[in-house]
């Protein structure tokens, strides 16, 4: 277990390693003159550019080297942008696509990125910014996409180790514990918060014991009412209560050969105690209402979320049951202790979740996990699964960004509406204060731009001639802009 996690780790330390390189850009155009300049303004950007003067050369090089985004022209002698990209993905190369082309062929340029193109670029360019814009977002969603391939190679070997899921030095820990002890018959102590998987972890070591192919019979000790608790565990006979109708073997002897999982054993109550104390002890248990002793060979694992020391000072816990019980303990980490294992729990649940109607469901894209690395997790594991299940179901593509988060969604929704008395401004920077700088700002830009289009179509009753005269825009970046700003309908005037 200990080779597979180094393994995963030196495998996560290059792929971070990679993505701190400048990207590598292959530029293929004919023109001498358009490709020196392409490369040019690249360079100056700190990216590290190749180029090619046709379709040909470039397949050679991308052949022998490992290539985030290639600009290439569409119009070119011998192979042109189309067949080569359709060479590219004919071909298995995964290299992000942009295509250069003239205004009069943006019908053909469409058509690529159905084929598999990223985006595609008109020239001449707008400005040397958009192509450096254009690249490096080509760039972050080809390394997004590889971070992806690299966090489901190291789900299937952590998944090794049962459902436990992480490769922080935490987590390591754990599985370091949990595997020494799986081979014995140990009693088991896991502490940990809700949410944190003390069942997981239960689970986990049952199935990498002697025992895998016995019984895994888990407790919740504080749902069992009180009265009830000892006929649950122990069993009981005929008359032994009122109710007592038939007689029945307990969970202990359910387990038996096998494991029980007692979960919030703290809650247990002190007769309780005695009997499972005596288990421990003897290896013997006693059906309620009965004088006869039963043996049974039942390991003992158990979890609580609470300070048993400080039960034992109050008198509601024993304290030789403590010491039977935490032969080995193992402290499972929160979630928020451990916010590297963030991604992969989410892709994991996200492998989960993404089936039937929502089985396009395939990214989550860097902003949305920003969100989610930052924020406290109270409910620890179970809290970001539920988050994932949540963000899946209300995504309307493949990529799952922050809107579909419910933590962004709650941020939206809640909180009192604008009025007179206090400003729009201040209400959305307090909004905006729980997320991220970088998706507060476009968060913030974006509702201007809607706000902003929405007064002036409304002034002008839907005129987009008049509006655009009035924001001092050309009618066409006008109706681009509203359209980005999700006003699809103008009226033309």
């Known amino acids: 277990m200990e080779g ?123 400005s040397h910014d958009e192509v450096v814009h254009t690249v490096s977002k080509a760039t972050e969603h080809r390394r997004l996409r590889d971070r992806t391939v690299a966090l489901e190679r190291r789900l299937e070997q952590m998944q090794k180790f049962g459902e436990l899921i992480g490769s922080s030095t935490r987590m390591r820990e754990v599985y370091r514990m949990a595997t020494g002890v799986a081979p014995t018959s140990s009693t088991v102590l896991i502490l940990g918060e809700s949410g944190t998987g003390k069942e997981l972890t239960a689970r986990a070591i049952h199935q990498h014991s002697p025992r895998a192919d016995r019984p895994f019979v888990a407790v919740n000790c504080s749902a069992i009412p009180e009265n009830l608790v000892e006929s649950e565990l122990f069993g009981h006979v005929r008359g032994a209560f009122t109710g007592a109708t038939s007689t029945r073997a307990g969970l202990f002897e359910a387990a038996d050969g096998g494991t029980i999982f007692l979960d919030e054993v703290g809650d247990l109550p002190p007769l309780a105690q005695v009997k499972v104390l005596r288990a421990l002890q003897e290896g013997e248990i006693k059906r309620v209402g009965s004088d006869e002793t039963r043996r049974v060979d039942t390991r003992v694992i158990a979890a609580t979320n609470v300070d048993l020391k400080e039960r034992i000072a109050q008198g509601r816990f024993r304290e030789d049951l403590f010491y039977r019980l935490c032969v080995v303990q193992i402290v499972l980490p929160t979630l928020r202790e451990r916010p590297e294992d963030i991604p992969i729990l989410a ?122 005269r009035q924001a001092g825009l050309d009618r066409s970046n006008f109706r681009r802009a509203a359209r980005k700003a999700g006003l699809a309908r103008t009226r033309r005037a």
């Open 347 to 468: 892709y994991h649940f996200l492998q989960k979740y993404a089936t039937g109607p929502k089985s396009d469901v395939r990214r989550i894209d860097a902003e949305a996990m920003n969100v989610l690395q930052s924020q406290p997790w109270p409910g620890n594991v179970r809290e970001l699964e539920n988050a994932i299940q949540h963000a899946v179901v209300f995504c309307k593509g493949s990529c799952i960004g922050p809107a579909e988060l419910p933590m962004t969604r709650s941020s939206r929704m809640s909180g009192p509406p604008p009025s007179s008395t206090a400003p729009a401004s201040a209400l959305t920077a307090a909004a905006l204060a729980d997320l991220p700088y970088r998706l507060a700002k476009q968060r913030a830009i974006d509702e201007f731009d809607r706000g902003y289009f929405t007064a002036l179509l409304e002034r002008t009753a839907g005129n987009v001639s008049e509006a655009a």
């Open 4 to 126: 597979v996690v180094d393994a995963t780790r030196r495998s996560e330390d290059f792929s971070s390693e990679l993505e701190r390189l400048p990207p590598r850009v292959l530029v293929v155009d004919d023109e001498p003159e358009m490709r020196r300049t392409v490369a040019r303004v690249l360079t100056t950007r700190g990216m590290d550019v190749m180029t090619a003067d046709d379709g040909r050369m470039a397949m050679d090089l991308l052949a022998r080297e490992a290539i985030d985004v290639a600009l290439i022209d569409l119009m070119m002698p011998r192979i042109g942008g189309f067949e080569l990209l359709q060479e590219l993905r004919g071909g298995g190369v995964d290299t992000e696509v942009i295509i250069m082309t003239a205004y009069a062929d943006v019908e053909t340029a469409v058509r690529a990125m159905h084929t598999g193109a990223y985006h595609f670029l008109t020239k001449p360019f707008r």
